[in-house]
């Protein structure tokens, strides 16, 4: 069964940071790509990041994270994380993690496994 756990959010003034991590298991992580999005109450879920870590492929796909956020990822644990930095009160939202085979993708659609998401508060 795939399962992903997630952990690293928190609440944090803005200017702070927080490393999300995203645990996966129960498929070949080598085959897939493994990507970030961010939803906050009243909002569309966004695309922010995605990585294809056997490939050295990483994306970016919200502007006003560029320069701020890194995606990552550490094979042997079949984990990838996202460093955010210098957050931001509109970083607020529930950020989850998400699989699919081989290609990188920013819409939630081409997803097909999903965790369930950790928070991330950023005060003023």
């Known amino acids: 069964e795939v399962q992903f756990v997630e952990s690293g959010g928190g609440l944090v003034q803005a200017g702070g940071s927080l490393r999300l991590s995203c645990a996966a298991s129960?498929?070949?992580?080598?085959?897939?790509?493994i990507g970030w999005f961010r939803q906050a109450p009243g909002k569309e879920r966004e695309g922010v990041s995605c990585?294809?870590?056997?490939?050295?492929?990483?994306?970016y796909y919200a502007s006003s994270v560029k320069g701020r956020f890194t995606i990552s990822s550490d094979n042997a644990k079949s984990t990838v994380y996202l460093q955010l930095n210098s957050l931001k009160p509109e970083d607020t939202a529930r950020y989850y993690c998400?699989?699919?085979?081989?290609?990188?993708?920013?819409?939630?659609?081409?997803?097909?496994?999903w965790g369930q998401g950790t928070q991330v508060t950023v005060s003023s």
């Open positions: 998400a699989a699919r085979r081989y290609f990188c993708s920013g819409d939630e659609r081409a997803y097909d496994y």
């Open positions: 129960g498929f070949t992580f080598d085959d897939y790509a």
């Open positions: 990585i294809r870590s056997s490939h050295s492929i990483t994306y």
